[in-house]
């Protein structure tokens, strides 16, 4: 069974590599009209855009830590599209916030993370149910965690505090909004073949050992996921969480 996505257009948060890239090209395949984002200028962004038919021009840049970024991105979202019908907030940061480093690592560590984590997507959200009330709906998928749900390691207590952070505004508003048409869904993956997955064999190993099914996730299954929760082929799951990390966190 194919998801059509076919007359909409959706915002997508660092859509430069991993997780967002997928997600670009997913849509675009399903038929959506994608308006990237990133956090710079890159290679790699650039790629993205020729992959699905664009330009590097085309691409919003924004740096999700500065203060009201997701109001401006979402409003240069909106101004570009004319009409905005759904935003995947994927863009996000993995940084340490060491329990035994200096003060100004652990302040720089929670200040950075929790402005682009939670910050950010929090306004972005804001911004489209004020876009969508004005347009009869829309859709929100929030990117959060398996961290969100059962913790991190020590050193990253950030990081799972940011994805929780996700997990429960998503939820609030799915409650809130779902008799206006305006569908809220997360996605928490363990594992994904990013960036942030471990590179060194020893962490690798680690990893991969603790996930049943013997390997992370590709990033395209999660884009796949997005794509079905875009398509409205499920509106009564507004709200749920959709775990996707090979078994290796069951709820």
């Known amino acids: ?34 308006i990237l984002h990133a956090s710079g200028e890159s ?10 038919g664009q330009t590097p021009g085309d691409i919003l840049y924004q740096d999700l830590g500065a203060m009201d970024a997701g109001f401006d991105l979402a409003a240069r979202a909106i101004e570009g599209a004319g009409r905005l019908d759904a935003v995947v907030n994927n863009a996000g940061v993995y ?68 994805k929780g952070a996700v997990l429960a505004m998503t939820k609030t508003w799915a409650r809130a909004l779902a008799g206006e048409n305006i569908l809220l869904y997360a996605i928490a993956p363990g594992w994904v073949e990013t960036r942030m997955a471990p590179q060194d064999i020893e962490a690798r190993e680690k990893a991969v050992h603790e996930i049943p099914l013997g390997r992370v996730a590709r990033p395209e299954e999660i884009a796949a996921t997005m794509v079905f929760c875009l398509s409205g082929a499920c509106p009564s799951a507004t709200g749920a969480t959709f775990d996707v990390n090979g078994a290796s966190y069951v709820r």
Request: net charge neutral.
């Open 1 to 34: 069974m194919s998801f059509d996505l076919n007359g909409k257009s959706v915002l997508i948060t660092g859509a430069s590599r991993g997780i967002g890239a997928a997600a670009a090209r997913a849509c675009h395949d399903a038929g959506a009209r994608v």
């Open 43 to 52: 290679d790699a962004a650039a790629g993205v855009a020729a992959s699905i």
């Open 95 to 162: 940084l340490a916030s060491p329990l035994d480093g200096g003060k100004d690592a652990w302040a720089e560590g929670w200040a950075r993370t929790m402005a682009v984590n939670v910050q950010a997507p929090a306004d972005i959200c804001r911004a489209a149910v004020a876009h969508f009330r004005e347009h009869g709906g829309g859709t929100i998928v929030n990117v959060a965690s398996r961290a969100g749900h059962r913790g991190d390691g020590a050193d990253f207590g950030v990081y799972a505090a940011s």
